[in-house]
T-cell receptor
């Protein structure tokens, strides 16, 4: 299956440690997105890339968070000095086109990476 | 405040019943999407509606986009236990052109279908 792949699927870390998540989008998808989802909530947008350029960042993305997509393919999301409030599922998604998410520009989500900060 | 309000938040029904979930906003959306999410998994796209008044059917699921493109509904006929899951609506507001590709999600409707 060549869907969006995320790893690790689960990560438990101690408060104050750094963690990094990786996302491999669907091949040839230009856009890559990161979302965060906590229990009882829908996903919240964090950031997105058009190829290697990071075009938008949410205010949710504090300076402890950094995302990269160095070659326009895979992406990493790093959280430094983790806090308990960072515990959530981090979702990566990709889409093929450059326009709005209309019928021809569907966004496909990965299975998510669960982070638990203890 | 949520840009997209979904109701009800929880719905528990028996197999064979019909149900409708709603997604409402005060904003106009370029398109709205419905996703289904199972525990521990990412959302899976069910449908995208683009045109005001549009109705799309996916087997026992019927999706409608409001005429003013501010709301949508999902109707399930003769629910089955396999329909259990979190149903999320999401969209891109038409007046936020600078956020191309960014989706705003509702909190979801957790549907449980009992045998």
């Amino acid at each position: 299956d060549t869907g969006v792949s995320q790893n690790p699927r689960h990560k438990i870390t101690k408060r104050g440690q750094n963690v990094t998540f990786r996302c491999d989008p669907i091949s040839e998808h230009n856009r890559l997105y990161w979302y965060r989802q906590t229990l009882g909530q829908g996903p919240e947008f964090l950031t997105y890339f058009q190829n290697e350029a990071q075009l938008e960042k949410s205010r949710l993305l504090s300076d402890r968070f950094s995302a990269e997509r160095p070659k326009g393919s895979f992406s990493t999301l790093e959280i430094q000095r983790t806090e308990q409030g960072d515990s959530a599922m981090y979702l990566c998604a990709s889409s093929p086109g450059t326009g709005l998410p209309l019928a021809g520009n569907t966004i496909y989500f990965g299975e998510g990476s669960w982070l638990t900060v203890v | 405040t949520q840009l997209l309000e979904q109701s009800p938040q929880f719905l528990s029904i028996q197999e064979g019943e019909n149900l409708t979930v709603y997604c409402n906003s005060s904003s106009v959306f370029s398109s709205l999407q419905w996703y289904r999410q199972e525990p521990g998994e990412g959302p899976v796209l069910l449908v995208t509606v683009v045109t005001g008044g549009e109705v799309k059917k996916l087997k026992r699921l019927t999706f409608q986009f409001g005429d003013a493109r501010k709301d949508s509904s999902l109707h399930i006929t003769a629910a089955q236990t396999g329909d259990t899951g979190l149903y999320l609506c999401a969209g891109s507001p038409a007046d936020r052109g600078s956020t191309l590709g960014r989706l705003y999600f509702g909190r979801g409707t957790q549907l449980t279908v009992w045998p």
